[in-house]
């Protein structure tokens, strides 16, 4: 069960912000930690996959390269903790915050709170429901859905049956990336019938829900995992059932992923998954600190091309979102559907660079 935001204390919490933002000055303020640099705080959402702990790595890196001091704190899923370590961010003098709520909907007391007090948020991966921050880091969700359904619709020849293991459908990035595949694959694939199965981001829940749905459709000819949590499951589902073999066997499974991490990536160019889209989990942690800072300066964005190859968009009055790119990955960096992708063993994945 999913703990609940601790509203009880929101009053007291919000009055205490307050007060310590205007002690220390506020979000325009010159406080500084080690040497002139200025503090920033960052949560990490959980440490229990390779991407978030790859994006645990990136960040002190980053944040050395931008003249920023760090302070780190864990929300492990948990939106009480979060909002905890919002609290303790503020009171070891973080000037600005970054968060990577995974549960979008429940986060607007805590969003409130910090705005209140002039502390400036960027959220990296998801987009809160409600609320506003200063910069939301963010690749097209809705792409890595179309992107997994061009695949998947060019490889099984616009026929068949799919499962989507999708990931908590309290996130935003769930809800789009299942939006994105279920319309592309309505609009250009209407013979493919798609089985949602939601997963709350837990890969034991993920493989169950795979066994059971392999049991009642031995069909199923295309998997779309919406994260690489599932990735261990899936293989281990596959390969009780035998139908973990190479992609030219009849019997072969097609799996598309989402993450881009090393074991991914590797997974491909062996032959036991097919694609993933590589989501920039280094840039999520360097656009992380860029945009802390630029508030902490004082700067302001408007929606457009950037200099980093990415876009800005406006999601609704007061939000804007970075759209950084996130190619789809194949073993033979083909066209699928019309998206091109990267070959798995390009040196430009993160997947591939990560020491």
Known sequence: MRPRPVLCSAASALCALVLLSACSGGSGSTATSNGGRPLVGVDYPRSDTDFWNAYIKYTPEYAKQLGLSLRTTNSQNDVAKLTANGQTLILQGAKGIAMAPQSTFAIASILAQLQAAKIPVVTIDTRPDTGKVYMVVRADNRAYGEKA???????????????MLQGDLSSINSRDRTEGFNACMKANYPDIKVFGEATDWDGDVAAQRLQTALTAHPDIKGIYMQASFALSGTLHVLRQQGLLVGPRNPKHVFVVSNDGIPRELKDISNGDIDATVSQPVDLYAKYA????????????????????????????????????????????GGTYGGVPSLKSTDASLWGNSLG
């Open 289 to 332: 600190l860029y945009y802390l800072k630029a508030a902490i300066d004082g700067k302001t964005f408007k929606p457009g091309r950037t200099d980093h190859e990415s876009t800005i968009v406006r999601v609704r009055d007061g939000l804007l979102e970075d759209n950084l790119s996130a190619p789809l990955v194949t073993a033979d």
């Open 149 to 163: 359904c061009r695949y998947l619709g060019t490889k099984l020849g616009g026929k068949g049956k799919v499962v």
